[in-house]
């Protein structure tokens, strides 16, 4: 039931997201994408999915279990967790695809003295990694929390064409608790509803 009702909110949420900019390079062909591996203290095993938009501008990444938090209550190792994905984009013949855009969108509570960081980035297999964005979040903040990275058109990195180059898309949540009351707790996570974390990463096609 839960899959379904997150299903049919992203749905809702596609056609409020997507983004029809040089609608006339999208392929019209479905696309599909296969999470091939998945490693990390913050999606584990069978916590991860991936949803294509259905006008194929966009997809999400949703994970079930991705929280970092500090003080108390928490365990040695909770106040980092990593996420990394491998990722088959299946795309039509004479297409290749960049990402020009990725929007993380979390839930965090830091108690005063805490800090709250995050990590991202992406890039094709074989390549060196991209520049790794990080942010940070000082407490007292007890709000959500949105952070969008957009690439120049010039600099979009593309895959090569006719070649199976797969996407890894890096993420880390830390908690430091400072000098936050021992006995509070803080967390981050990337989640409004801190029940699944949705990422959404906008595609940039072209043709071959």
Known sequence: MRKATAAAALAVLF???????HAETVPAERVTIDVLTVNGSGCKQGTAEVIVSPDNTSFWV????????AGKGAGATDFRKNCQ????????QGFTYGVAEAT?????????GATGYQWVNYYFQGQS??????????GPFDDNWSITHRTDF??????????????????SLR????????DANSFMTMDYTRGEVRTLYHFSWKRC
């Open 175 to 182: 908690v430091d608790k400072g000098s936050s009351d021992a």
């Open 62 to 69: 949703i994970y079930s279990d991705y929280l970092a938090q």
């Open 15 to 21: 056609t409020l997201s997507s983004t029809p900019a």
């Open 154 to 171: 010039a600099d979009i990195v593309y895959a090569p064409c006719g070649e199976k180059k797969n996407l890894n898309v890096n993420s």
């Open 85 to 92: 994905i491998n990722l088959q984009v299946n795309t039509p």
């Open 129 to 138: 990694a991209t520049n790794t964005w990080k942010h940070s979040f000082t």
């Open 104 to 112: 993380y969108a979390g839930y965090g509570h830091l108690e005063r």
